[in-house]
């Protein structure tokens, strides 16, 4: 049974920063690729960073630069530090798994989806 559970979420002012932490469980990591998506109100779901099990990246252009997605294999847990926060990326953070062929910030890519956890930037 695959498990993510997302954490570190919360309200912050424009400007701070925030570290969301997922972690797997019931899943062999190293296999696989894991992604960060956010939904804000009335909007479709986005891909915002995904990351390989070799360790590279891709991430959405609204957030290059602010923010970094990284993994600790060893512990199965993938982080997303989000800096410089604008109002714009409010909204519900989901993290995901999968073994993902073609785009690491394609929904259609990830079987297994954590609750998410949810970011407001006033």
């Known amino acids: 049974h695959v498990q993510l559970v997302e954490s570190g979420g919360g309200s912050v002012q424009a400007g701070g920063s925030l570290r969301l932490s997922c972690a797997a469980s019931g899943y062999t990591y190293s296999m696989h690729c894991m992604g960060w998506f956010r939904q804000a109100p009335g909007k479709e779901r986005e891909g915002v960073a995904g990351?390989?099990?070799?360790?590279?990246?891709s991430y959405a252009d609204s957030v290059k630069g602010r923010f970094t997605i990284s993994q600790d294999i060893a512990n199965n847990t993938v982080h997303l530090k989000m800096n410089r926060l604008k109002p714009e990326d409010t909204g519900m953070y989901y993290c995901a798994a999968g073994f993902v062929r073609y785009d690491l910030l394609g929904d259609y890519e990830y079987n297994y989806w954590g609750q998410g956890t949810q970011v407001t930037v006033s």
């Open positions: 990351i390989d099990s070799d360790g590279r990246t």
